[in-house]
């Protein structure tokens, strides 16, 4: 701690122009006996003060200035000497220029001999000296005065401690290779150098009147016997800017003969040692919590002088797994918990407790349209399992999670182990688009068969088996055929050839037509008009439905299908089973006969069962194939085994249908969707799913269905919906193609 003593001789500060003065005072020349040599002002006596005990007596690394006693603490300071250098002398060449031209500039000289003083203007003054005039309008600038000059304004930041440094010592301290200063001014306020100067010369009015008012900074502008200078500009606390001038005698020429100008420009950090008293009033520090693996750089700011400088030693920390310094205060978090961070140089040291927050690895949905996945936390380097995926996202499928959206950083299933880096994570769900379920349709039912046949690739020169679009018995039996003959199914009117059919047909260029159904369900006309696009048109049919199914196994027979000896029994009275039903047959060759729920199978139908057939799939409930015709007609009379397939709904058979259908290869792969309410787009998709070995399940716009094949789900690459939305809506489909997997329609 400093203790200031009463000073022989008051420093004086004023305010003038606005602008806050302090100086060393000088004391106007005296004369001495006449056998004395006649000297110059000289500097007043400086208080008497106890000094710091510090431990640094270093110089500055940038001024080379020593610092004297006390602990070393850091000021950050943009100075320009350029400036600074370019305009100063000339200013001080303008002040004196005045005194010489201004009698009322006077020096006086104390005479020993008459006891009194006499006065000299500047001129004869000079003379007296041996001074040319040439020679005091001709001051030089110091090197080492610029560089104290810095250091002096620096460390001048406050007017409070004026011409004391700020470890209690005097100015005349601060050395540069053992050089000292013989006079400092300082000024606080002006915007230049220029401006500093002036507001010295300002104390001439009272030189001239004598008015005991301070008059020590003019005086050290013109003084004759000051010949070196240097000159600085920095901050102030209160003033904004603070100047500082140091001169040297003509006497002491040796010491200030580098002229040479620093032209230090820049942003510096500058060293300044203050006392203990400046310590004692506490520190402030930047620290308070890091991000576990993050780094920071403390800064240690003395309250003192509104936090100007910044304290600065040997760096530690209370729990290095917590946090850990380098002796450049960079501090690095460590594991999550709380520690001191600390700083000591000499007999002082800070600390602050620094808490370490946990990393965060964060999940991302990416795109997705529902579910969560908790983030996790961890310190820096801790080894975390990545978790499972909780988002979903309609259409796609979670392939794995990578640490950029788009998929192009490190990439990390689940279950693996990651490694936290420093900073929050981010995983993202990467997904993979699942095909779209295809929706077939157009605008009329022969528009949806066109678009369906487009579908099935069906190569040129096969055969095409015609049906009515617009009365389903006869076409029931068709798909079994349509199967043995690897044929397609197109749709007609009863008396018209629809475009979309003749089209197709064009496009097909078949080799074989065959017509499934009487001149009723189909005309000659239209019969006559499919000539033109085979040579071999062939129909068949029979007196009713039931023996039209049978009219289509003999063909089949005729024409050399290989039927399964498995049959698909269903009634002629309704077409949702047999058309449910109808990929099967197709798929594996199975004929389909029709029997009425009243009066069962004719006896023609049981004549070719009982010759081919060994097993009879029933399908549907007893309301449309009484037990009496399966144990009667089938069982006893035929000797066939038999198993019923049905279920509470035409939508519930239509799946136990595809339950069974996979005991026979058939897979949700391929599978087409139709509706329920009517037979045209089912009858003409039943070659579509049949080739491609998947189901025809009639949609239930209730739900059913899409339960049904959720199980199946990111295991279907390929399916159908079949009809526009007013056959199955878009609802359903999309229930569907979740269900599935699969983009919406």
Known sequence: M?????????????????SLLASIGFAQPASAADTAVDTPAVQDDIETMSYSDGTSTGTSELTGVSLGTGTTVYAKQFINQVD??????NEVVKWRRDALNDKQVTFGVYNWQTKQTDYYSVSDYLKKLGISENEYLTPKWSNALERIAIQRAIEAYSAEDAHTRPNGESCFRASYNKIQSEAEILAWGPANISGAIDLWAEEKKDYVQNTGAEVGHYLTLINPNYEYYGFAAGDGQYYRTTFS???????SAAEYSDSTPTNMRGLGQFEVNVDDDDLREGATWNLSSMKSGSTQTAKVTLKHRSGRYEFRGTWGSSNANVISANQSGVYTAGKVGTAKATVSSGSFAFSTDVTVMPLTLKYDGNGATSGYVASQTGSHNDEITVAKNGFSR???TFSSWNTKADGTGTSYAPGSKITLPAGDTILYAQWVENPKLTRLAGQTRYDTMATI????????????????????PDALSASGLAGGLAATIMLVGSNSLPSQTANRLASLKPNRIIIIG??????????????????TVTRYYGEDRYETSLAVFKAGQKLGVKWNSTALMATGDNYA?????????????????????ASGFSSSQLDAINKTIKQGLVIGGTSAIPNWIVNSQLQQQQGISTKRIAGATRYETSIEIAKSAEQYGLTAEGSVFATGANFPDALAAGPLAGKKNGFLLLADPFGTTAQFVQKYKNQVKTAYVVGGEQAVSSTTANQIADSLGLRHP
């Not at 600074?84 to 002398?89: E, F, G, R, T, W």
């Not at 001038?245 to 006497?251: C, D, I, L």
């Not at 020169?461 to 679009?469: F, L």
């Not at 005309?523 to 085979?534: I, T």
Request: proline share 3%.
């Open 2 to 18: 400093r203790e200031k003593k009463k000073p022989k001789k008051r420093i004086l500060c004023a305010i003038i122009s606005c």
């Open 84 to 89: 600074v250098y370019n305009s100063a002398l």
């Open 245 to 251: 001038g140091e001169a040297g005698t003509r006497s």
């Open 394 to 396: 309609s259409g796609y």
């Open 453 to 472: 046949v487009q579908h099935e690739q069906t190569k040129q020169g096969q055969t095409v088996i015609i049906a009515s679009g617009e009365n389903y």
């Open 518 to 535: 009487g001149p009723s369900a189909i005309s000659k006309n239209v019969e006559n008009a499919l000539h033109q696009y085979s040579s």
């Open 577 to 597: 089973d047999a058309l449910s039903a109808s990929s099967l047959a197709y798929a594996q060759k199975m004929p389909i006969f029709l029997c009425s729920s």
